[in-house]
């Protein structure tokens, strides 16, 4: 299994088969030029993923970092089908325009298998009633993606697997949890690896990943992840794109 992060939220799962899956990319620069200073990108954008050859795409909310239309027009108008799983406020904006993809509906406690992926969506509590996280059995491996979302208790209904890696949310704005709540969710699930996420983009609202490292528990090892650069499960990094 391979993980790579492509900038704020974004990430690409490949499982040992090959199955590529890219979740809510955010390459382009839209909300520095709608919003500003605030949202000036610190992650450069790489182009080379408006073409990156995966095989499903998920998008967790509507947020414009999440579902960026910039971004999806370059990786969908003119690619072939694949198949596009989000809950239901991203399904109706998405589906009318990018129609001749495979689109299917992710909603809390929805599982679908894909090829050799079993894809379920877990419940976040976000400004976007509708986000969702995910959580992906690849092989003998469960991955836990948190998406934007507060530390609930409800997350813990939808999750009744061993999570082996947990890539979650720690900035703590935008309803998003903070380093420490983020900690307490890692501490309760146990994953093996632990990956943050969603804290380098914009500096008004990034934090230091090592504020929720040092509150993680000994039995769990935290990764932080360079953006383009894969993380190969057992076998160490390369560079990508």
């Excluded at 040992?16 to 390459?27: E, F, S």
């Excluded at 969603?198 to 040092?214: A, I, L, V």
Aim: charged share 25%.
């Amino acid at each position: 299994m391979k993980i790579l992060r492509i900038g704020q939220a974004g990430l690409v799962v490949e499982s040992d088969l090959g199955t590529k899956i890219m979740i809510d990319p955010y390459l382009s620069n839209s909300l520095f030029v709608k919003k500003g200073d605030a949202f000036r990108r610190l992650v450069p954008v790489n182009m080379n993923f408006y073409s990156y050859d995966i095989d499903i795409l998920f998008i967790s909310h509507t947020h414009e970092d999440h579902m960026n239309f910039d971004t999806l027009d370059e990786m969908l108008l003119e690619r072939k089908t694949i198949t596009v799983i989000c809950p239901t406020s991203v399904y109706e904006k998405l589906k009318p325009k990018y129609y001749n993809h495979n689109f299917i509906l992710f909603n809390p406690g929805v599982e679908i298998s894909l090829g050799d992926v079993l894809c379920k969506a877990i419940y976040a509590e976000h400004e976007d009633v509708d986000a969702v996280g995910i959580c992906m059995t690849l092989e003998d491996r469960t991955v836990y993606i948190t998406g934007d979302t507060l530390y609930t208790s409800k997350i813990f209904d939808f999750i009744n697997e061993k999570i082996d890696v947990l890539i979650t949310c720690i900035n703590g704005a935008g309803n998003n949890m903070n380093c420490v709540d983020a900690a307490r969710l890692t501490n309760r699930l146990k994953p093996i690896i632990a990956i943050p996420y969603h804290y380098d983009m914009f500096e008004k609202y990034g934090e230091d990943p090592c504020n929720y490292s040092m509150l993680v528990g000994e039995d769990t090892k935290v990764l932080i992840l360079d953006n383009y650069k894969i993380f190969e499960f057992n076998k160490g990094w390369k560079s990508e794109g």
